[in-house]
């Protein structure tokens, strides 16, 4: 997987970072992942032996992504969680800053006990949606052609899951996801 094309990654975060220079404040710039890593992106793009450590190559795949991501070039302040929600695999498909982030992943699964069934299966997320308004989370799963809503809470013990029962919730939930481009491709 040595197939990183670095010095545009490098040059790509550099014309970020100077194009929402006077658009965005230092802290929220210094808050999305490939300016923190931009040092790294730098000694890799020196040197080349560099991307093959480990830790190297995991930083630049999740900054290939991205570079895909609607807070790349972002020039709001941002109110939803961002970089600081995502995680490997994962990017902003949408935002509008007030209302609603949709989370894309492009591998991302859980694998969930039926408490009725008592039996396990891994669901497919489709996407996690973050309600900015009320800092809440959506988690939208997929198994085989069925798809789930449930709340998300992502905690240092591991994730949990709970159903919604607020049917305002629920619909907000449906309609972010139906209108999201996540919900398009799959």
Known sequence: MNDFNTKKLYSDIIFAMESLNGFVSKETLNRRKYIRYLNIVKECS???????????????????NCQKCKCFNCDKECSAEGCNRCEPGGMV?????????????????????????????????????????????????????KKYISYYYSEIGGDTFSE??????????IKVFENSEVSMRG
């Open 93 to 145: 498909s949408q935002c509008d800053n007030k209302i609603a982030t949709v989370y894309h992943f492009s591998d991302k699964t859980f694998q969930l006990k039926s408490n009725k069934l008592r039996s396990s299966a891994t669901y497919k997320v489709l996407a996690i949606i973050e309600d900015i308004e009320y800092k809440e989370f959506f988690v939208v799963l997929s198994l085989g052609k």
């Open 46 to 64: 020196e040197n080349k032996d560099k991307i093959n450590f480990k830790n190297n190559k995991e930083i630049l795949a999740q900054l290939s």
């Open 164 to 173: 919604i029962k607020d049917i305002e919730d629920f619909n907000f939930a």
